[in-house]
Protein backbone atom coordinates (compact mmCIF):
# COMPACT_ATOMS: atom_id res chain seq x y z
CA UNK A 1 0.00 0.00 0.00
CA UNK A 2 1.06 3.74 -0.16
CA UNK A 3 0.40 6.01 2.45
CA UNK A 4 1.38 9.86 3.42
CA UNK A 5 3.43 10.00 5.90
CA UNK A 6 5.00 13.14 8.07
CA UNK A 7 8.32 12.90 8.63
CA UNK A 8 9.20 16.22 10.76
CA UNK A 9 7.08 18.50 9.16
CA UNK A 10 7.43 17.05 5.04
CA UNK A 11 4.53 15.14 3.64
CA UNK A 12 6.34 11.95 1.80
CA UNK A 13 4.42 9.31 -0.29
CA UNK A 14 5.91 5.98 1.24
CA UNK A 15 5.27 2.23 0.42
CA UNK A 16 4.39 0.11 3.41
CA UNK A 17 3.23 -3.79 3.70
CA UNK A 18 -0.96 -4.20 3.12
CA UNK A 19 -1.72 -5.38 6.72
CA UNK A 20 -4.52 -7.75 7.42
CA UNK A 21 -7.60 -7.23 9.75
CA UNK A 22 -7.58 -9.04 12.48
CA UNK A 23 -10.57 -9.96 14.99
CA UNK A 24 -13.51 -7.28 14.44
CA UNK A 25 -11.59 -5.30 11.77
CA UNK A 26 -12.00 -4.83 8.09
CA UNK A 27 -9.48 -3.48 5.32
CA UNK A 28 -10.68 -0.99 3.44
CA UNK A 29 -9.54 0.12 -0.03
CA UNK A 30 -9.53 3.86 0.34
CA UNK A 31 -11.34 6.38 -1.81
CA UNK A 32 -11.45 9.66 -0.18
CA UNK A 33 -9.71 10.80 2.90
CA UNK A 34 -11.29 14.29 3.68
CA UNK A 35 -8.92 16.99 5.21
CA UNK A 36 -9.11 18.17 8.73
CA UNK A 37 -7.22 20.83 11.15
CA UNK A 38 -5.98 18.16 13.22
CA UNK A 39 -3.73 16.74 10.14
CA UNK A 40 -2.56 20.58 10.34
CA UNK A 41 -1.94 20.26 13.99
CA UNK A 42 -0.27 16.40 13.71
CA UNK A 43 2.16 18.07 10.91
CA UNK A 44 3.29 20.46 12.63
CA UNK A 45 3.90 17.97 15.54
CA UNK A 46 0.83 19.31 17.98
CA UNK A 47 -1.61 16.60 17.80
CA UNK A 48 0.01 12.92 17.96
CA UNK A 49 -1.75 10.27 17.00
CA UNK A 50 -3.76 8.12 20.38
CA UNK A 51 -2.08 5.14 20.67
CA UNK A 52 -3.34 1.92 18.38
CA UNK A 53 -3.26 4.32 15.08
CA UNK A 54 -0.72 4.62 12.65
CA UNK A 55 1.72 7.59 14.61
CA UNK A 56 2.94 8.44 10.92
CA UNK A 57 0.42 8.58 8.52
CA UNK A 58 -2.19 11.41 8.78
CA UNK A 59 -6.34 11.38 8.19
CA UNK A 60 -9.12 10.71 10.42
CA UNK A 61 -12.09 10.07 7.86
CA UNK A 62 -12.08 8.16 4.73
CA UNK A 63 -14.70 6.47 2.54
CA UNK A 64 -13.82 3.59 0.20
CA UNK A 65 -14.83 0.05 -0.35
CA UNK A 66 -14.38 -3.37 1.81
CA UNK A 67 -11.30 -5.05 0.47
CA UNK A 68 -10.68 -8.24 3.21
CA UNK A 69 -12.49 -8.63 6.12
CA UNK A 70 -11.16 -9.97 9.71
CA UNK A 71 -12.66 -13.09 11.98
CA UNK A 72 -16.09 -12.30 14.37
CA UNK A 73 -17.14 -9.00 11.67
CA UNK A 74 -21.05 -9.44 11.05
CA UNK A 75 -23.04 -7.28 8.61
CA UNK A 76 -20.32 -6.37 5.67
CA UNK A 77 -19.30 -7.86 2.62
CA UNK A 78 -16.20 -7.25 0.66
CA UNK A 79 -17.24 -4.70 -2.21
CA UNK A 80 -19.47 -2.88 0.34
CA UNK A 81 -19.45 0.92 -0.27
CA UNK A 82 -18.17 2.35 3.32
CA UNK A 83 -16.98 5.52 5.24
CA UNK A 84 -15.73 5.90 8.60
CA UNK A 85 -13.69 7.69 11.39
CA UNK A 86 -10.20 6.51 12.51
CA UNK A 87 -7.52 7.72 14.88
CA UNK A 88 -5.17 7.84 12.30
CA UNK A 89 -3.81 6.26 8.68
CA UNK A 90 -6.69 7.68 6.66
CA UNK A 91 -4.77 9.37 4.22
CA UNK A 92 -3.52 5.96 3.25
CA UNK A 93 -4.44 3.55 -0.25
CA UNK A 94 -5.86 1.23 2.43
CA UNK A 95 -6.49 1.71 5.75
CA UNK A 96 -7.68 -1.16 8.79
CA UNK A 97 -10.67 -0.02 11.16
CA UNK A 98 -13.19 -1.22 13.38
CA UNK A 99 -16.41 -2.82 11.23
CA UNK A 100 -18.72 -1.61 13.88
CA UNK A 101 -17.38 1.92 13.32
CA UNK A 102 -18.17 1.85 9.79
CA UNK A 103 -21.23 3.49 7.82
CA UNK A 104 -22.15 2.40 4.22
CA UNK A 105 -22.38 5.04 1.43
CA UNK A 106 -25.71 5.46 -0.16
CA UNK A 107 -25.43 4.41 -4.08
CA UNK A 108 -26.43 8.21 -4.78
CA UNK A 109 -23.80 9.95 -3.12
CA UNK A 110 -20.22 9.74 -4.79
CA UNK A 111 -17.93 7.19 -3.13
CA UNK A 112 -14.74 9.92 -3.18
CA UNK A 113 -17.02 12.58 -1.85
CA UNK A 114 -18.33 10.32 0.86
CA UNK A 115 -14.77 10.87 2.21
CA UNK A 116 -15.66 13.96 3.62
CA UNK A 117 -18.51 13.09 5.55
CA UNK A 118 -17.75 11.06 8.31
CA UNK A 119 -15.35 13.60 10.64
CA UNK A 120 -17.56 16.70 10.51
CA UNK A 121 -20.97 15.50 10.20
CA UNK A 122 -19.77 12.96 13.46
CA UNK A 123 -18.17 15.70 15.18
CA UNK A 124 -21.52 17.81 14.59
CA UNK A 125 -23.87 14.96 15.15
CA UNK A 126 -22.37 14.66 18.57
CA UNK A 127 -21.45 18.22 19.64
CA UNK A 128 -25.23 19.03 18.64
CA UNK A 129 -27.00 15.94 20.09
CA UNK A 130 -25.03 14.45 23.03
CA UNK A 131 -23.14 17.47 23.85
CA UNK A 132 -25.91 20.29 23.55
CA UNK A 133 -29.12 18.38 24.08
CA UNK A 134 -30.58 20.27 20.89
CA UNK A 135 -34.40 20.35 20.86
CA UNK A 136 -36.89 21.27 17.72
CA UNK A 137 -37.72 24.65 18.01
CA UNK A 138 -34.49 25.98 19.58
CA UNK A 139 -32.18 28.57 18.28
CA UNK A 140 -28.53 27.12 17.60
CA UNK A 141 -26.07 29.31 16.55
CA UNK A 142 -23.13 27.70 14.78
CA UNK A 143 -19.76 29.83 14.67
CA UNK A 144 -17.00 29.47 11.94
CA UNK A 145 -20.11 28.17 9.92
CA UNK A 146 -18.21 28.18 6.65
CA UNK A 147 -16.00 24.73 7.35
CA UNK A 148 -16.62 21.19 7.17
CA UNK A 149 -18.25 20.96 10.52
CA UNK A 150 -19.73 23.99 10.34
CA UNK A 151 -21.70 23.51 6.91
CA UNK A 152 -22.76 19.78 8.61
CA UNK A 153 -23.63 21.50 11.83
CA UNK A 154 -26.40 24.22 9.86
CA UNK A 155 -28.11 20.83 7.61
CA UNK A 156 -28.25 18.82 10.92
CA UNK A 157 -29.50 21.70 13.15
CA UNK A 158 -32.02 22.54 10.23
CA UNK A 159 -33.04 18.71 9.99
CA UNK A 160 -33.62 17.98 13.83
CA UNK A 161 -35.98 21.12 13.67
CA UNK A 162 -33.49 24.09 15.15
CA UNK A 163 -33.93 27.85 13.83
CA UNK A 164 -30.33 27.93 13.11
CA UNK A 165 -27.98 31.71 12.52
CA UNK A 166 -24.73 30.64 10.80
CA UNK A 167 -21.89 32.84 12.27
CA UNK A 168 -19.16 33.39 9.35
CA UNK A 169 -16.47 36.38 8.95
CA UNK A 170 -17.53 36.44 5.33
CA UNK A 171 -20.40 37.43 4.63
CA UNK A 172 -20.61 37.02 0.89
CA UNK A 173 -21.09 33.14 1.98
CA UNK A 174 -24.84 33.99 3.28
CA UNK A 175 -26.77 32.64 -0.20
CA UNK A 176 -24.95 29.47 0.10
CA UNK A 177 -25.45 29.30 3.70
CA UNK A 178 -29.15 29.70 3.89
CA UNK A 179 -29.51 26.97 0.60
CA UNK A 180 -28.12 24.61 3.72
CA UNK A 181 -30.46 25.43 6.20
CA UNK A 182 -29.23 29.07 7.82
CA UNK A 183 -32.56 30.96 9.07
CA UNK A 184 -30.06 33.87 9.61
CA UNK A 185 -26.02 34.92 8.82
CA UNK A 186 -24.50 36.88 10.61
CA UNK A 187 -20.51 38.27 11.11
CA UNK A 188 -19.24 37.68 14.33
CA UNK A 189 -19.83 41.41 15.40
CA UNK A 190 -23.43 40.62 14.49
CA UNK A 191 -24.52 37.63 17.13
CA UNK A 192 -25.77 39.89 19.94
CA UNK A 193 -28.39 41.16 17.74
CA UNK A 194 -29.78 38.06 16.74
CA UNK A 195 -29.18 35.90 19.72
CA UNK A 196 -30.44 34.67 22.41
CA UNK A 197 -29.27 31.38 21.54
CA UNK A 198 -30.46 27.81 23.26
CA UNK A 199 -27.66 26.05 21.74
CA UNK A 200 -23.88 27.39 20.30
CA UNK A 201 -21.55 25.00 18.46
CA UNK A 202 -18.38 26.79 18.97
CA UNK A 203 -16.10 25.99 15.93
CA UNK A 204 -13.54 29.27 16.59
CA UNK A 205 -13.10 29.29 20.44
CA UNK A 206 -12.06 32.05 22.70
CA UNK A 207 -12.42 34.99 20.32
CA UNK A 208 -16.05 34.17 19.53
CA UNK A 209 -16.67 33.11 22.64
CA UNK A 210 -15.79 36.68 24.08
CA UNK A 211 -16.67 38.96 21.08
CA UNK A 212 -20.72 38.01 21.52
CA UNK A 213 -21.59 34.27 22.12
CA UNK A 214 -21.66 35.08 25.84
CA UNK A 215 -23.61 37.86 25.86
CA UNK A 216 -26.24 35.68 23.95
CA UNK A 217 -27.50 32.91 26.09
CA UNK A 218 -30.71 31.78 27.04
CA UNK A 219 -31.62 30.62 29.70
CA UNK A 220 -30.24 26.78 30.33
CA UNK A 221 -28.38 27.52 26.60
CA UNK A 222 -25.87 24.88 26.23
CA UNK A 223 -22.05 25.85 24.22
CA UNK A 224 -20.28 23.46 23.15
CA UNK A 225 -16.68 24.15 22.09
CA UNK A 226 -15.52 21.70 19.76
CA UNK A 227 -12.55 23.86 18.57
CA UNK A 228 -10.11 26.55 19.35
CA UNK A 229 -8.17 27.90 16.32
CA UNK A 230 -9.48 31.80 17.15
CA UNK A 231 -7.51 31.00 20.83
CA UNK A 232 -8.36 28.54 24.14
CA UNK A 233 -8.28 30.90 26.79
CA UNK A 234 -11.38 33.44 27.48
CA UNK A 235 -12.36 35.41 30.12
CA UNK A 236 -15.67 34.76 31.24
CA UNK A 237 -18.70 36.58 33.36
CA UNK A 238 -19.43 34.00 35.78
CA UNK A 239 -22.29 36.63 36.99
CA UNK A 240 -23.83 36.68 33.40
CA UNK A 241 -23.31 32.55 33.56
CA UNK A 242 -24.70 32.37 36.85
CA UNK A 243 -27.77 34.72 35.68
CA UNK A 244 -28.50 32.44 32.51
CA UNK A 245 -27.76 28.87 33.97
CA UNK A 246 -26.15 28.27 31.04
CA UNK A 247 -23.61 25.11 30.50
CA UNK A 248 -20.27 26.07 28.89
CA UNK A 249 -18.75 22.12 27.28
CA UNK A 250 -16.23 20.95 25.25
CA UNK A 251 -15.53 17.87 23.38
CA UNK A 252 -13.08 15.99 21.23
CA UNK A 253 -13.46 12.49 19.32
CA UNK A 254 -10.35 11.27 17.73
CA UNK A 255 -9.20 9.34 21.29
CA UNK A 256 -12.92 8.33 21.91
CA UNK A 257 -12.95 4.32 22.54
CA UNK A 258 -14.43 2.23 19.86
CA UNK A 259 -17.47 1.43 21.76
CA UNK A 260 -18.24 5.35 21.91
CA UNK A 261 -17.49 5.83 18.56
CA UNK A 262 -19.90 2.85 16.97
CA UNK A 263 -22.77 4.14 18.90
CA UNK A 264 -22.75 7.39 16.87
CA UNK A 265 -22.08 5.50 13.54
CA UNK A 266 -25.03 3.42 14.94
CA UNK A 267 -27.28 6.98 15.62
CA UNK A 268 -26.12 8.20 12.15
CA UNK A 269 -26.90 5.92 10.32
CA UNK A 270 -30.54 6.12 11.71
CA UNK A 271 -30.89 9.74 11.42
CA UNK A 272 -28.72 11.12 9.49
CA UNK A 273 -27.27 8.85 6.13
CA UNK A 274 -31.13 8.64 5.14
CA UNK A 275 -30.81 12.19 4.83
CA UNK A 276 -27.56 12.21 2.83
CA UNK A 277 -29.19 9.45 0.93
CA UNK A 278 -32.51 11.62 -0.41
CA UNK A 279 -30.06 14.72 -0.97
CA UNK A 280 -31.86 15.97 1.46
CA UNK A 281 -27.68 16.62 3.12
CA UNK A 282 -24.86 17.23 0.94
CA UNK A 283 -21.34 17.33 1.48
CA UNK A 284 -19.78 20.67 0.54
CA UNK A 285 -16.38 20.03 -1.20
CA UNK A 286 -14.11 22.79 -1.82
CA UNK A 287 -11.49 20.93 -3.76
CA UNK A 288 -10.41 17.64 -4.64
CA UNK A 289 -6.46 16.65 -4.69
CA UNK A 290 -4.71 13.58 -5.69
CA UNK A 291 -2.49 11.60 -2.67
CA UNK A 292 0.65 12.91 -4.28
CA UNK A 293 -0.65 16.47 -4.48
CA UNK A 294 -1.00 15.77 -0.73
CA UNK A 295 1.20 19.51 -0.40
CA UNK A 296 -0.77 21.36 -2.18
CA UNK A 297 -4.20 20.09 -0.47
CA UNK A 298 -2.59 21.17 2.96
CA UNK A 299 -1.75 24.74 1.32
CA UNK A 300 -5.11 25.33 0.61
CA UNK A 301 -6.29 24.03 3.58
CA UNK A 302 -4.69 26.55 6.04
CA UNK A 303 -5.27 29.32 3.65
CA UNK A 304 -8.71 29.21 5.20
CA UNK A 305 -11.73 30.99 3.08
CA UNK A 306 -12.89 27.33 2.63
CA UNK A 307 -16.79 26.44 1.97
CA UNK A 308 -16.81 23.05 3.32
CA UNK A 309 -14.26 20.19 2.90
CA UNK A 310 -10.97 19.43 0.55
CA UNK A 311 -10.54 15.79 0.09
CA UNK A 312 -7.68 13.70 -0.96
CA UNK A 313 -8.73 11.33 -4.01
CA UNK A 314 -6.79 8.15 -3.87
N1 LIG B 1 -13.22 18.52 18.87
C1 LIG B 1 -13.23 17.71 17.82
O1 LIG B 1 -13.39 16.49 17.94
C2 LIG B 1 -13.06 18.32 16.46
C3 LIG B 1 -13.37 17.58 15.30
C4 LIG B 1 -13.26 18.21 14.05
C5 LIG B 1 -12.84 19.53 13.99
N2 LIG B 1 -12.50 20.18 15.14
C6 LIG B 1 -12.06 21.60 15.12
O2 LIG B 1 -13.21 22.37 14.85
C7 LIG B 1 -12.86 23.53 14.09
C8 LIG B 1 -13.68 23.54 12.80
O3 LIG B 1 -13.30 22.41 12.01
P1 LIG B 1 -13.53 22.43 10.44
O4 LIG B 1 -13.14 21.11 9.94
O5 LIG B 1 -14.88 22.97 10.16
O6 LIG B 1 -12.43 23.51 10.01
P2 LIG B 1 -12.44 24.45 8.73
O7 LIG B 1 -13.08 23.73 7.60
O8 LIG B 1 -11.07 24.94 8.59
O9 LIG B 1 -13.41 25.65 9.14
C9 LIG B 1 -13.06 26.56 10.13
C10 LIG B 1 -13.97 27.77 9.99
O10 LIG B 1 -13.75 28.64 11.09
C11 LIG B 1 -13.54 29.96 10.60
N3 LIG B 1 -12.60 30.65 11.47
C12 LIG B 1 -11.36 30.28 11.78
N4 LIG B 1 -10.80 31.17 12.62
C13 LIG B 1 -11.73 32.12 12.82
C14 LIG B 1 -11.75 33.31 13.61
N5 LIG B 1 -10.70 33.70 14.33
N6 LIG B 1 -12.88 34.04 13.60
C15 LIG B 1 -13.95 33.67 12.87
N7 LIG B 1 -13.97 32.55 12.11
C16 LIG B 1 -12.87 31.79 12.10
C17 LIG B 1 -13.00 29.80 9.20
O11 LIG B 1 -13.34 30.96 8.50
P3 LIG B 1 -12.49 31.50 7.27
O12 LIG B 1 -12.97 30.72 6.09
O13 LIG B 1 -12.85 32.93 7.21
O14 LIG B 1 -11.04 31.23 7.57
C18 LIG B 1 -13.69 28.54 8.72
O15 LIG B 1 -14.91 28.82 8.08
C19 LIG B 1 -11.35 23.42 13.83
O16 LIG B 1 -10.69 24.18 14.84
C20 LIG B 1 -11.06 21.94 14.03
O17 LIG B 1 -9.73 21.70 14.42
C21 LIG B 1 -12.61 19.62 16.37
Redesign the pocket.
Known amino acids: MRALSIDDGTLTIVERATPLPESGKVLVAVAGAGL???DM?QRRGLYPAPPGWPEDVPGLEFSGTIEAIGPDVTGWSIGDRVMGIVGGGAQATHVITDATTLMRVPESVDLVTAGGFP??FT?AYDAIVNQGFLLPGERLLV????????TAAIQIGRLLGAQVTAC???LSRRDDLIALGAASVVD?DGVIDVGPFDVVIE???A??LTNGVLRSLAEFARVVV?????GAKAEVNLLGLMASRATIT?????ARDVEEKSQIAAAMADRLIPALANGDIIIPVVARYGLDQAEAAYGR?VE???FG?IILQV
Not at 143 to 150: D, E, F, L, P, R
Not at 250 to 254: A, E, K, N, P, V
Open positions: NGAMEATTGAAGGVGVRDPLVGQSIGVGGGSTLRFGAKK
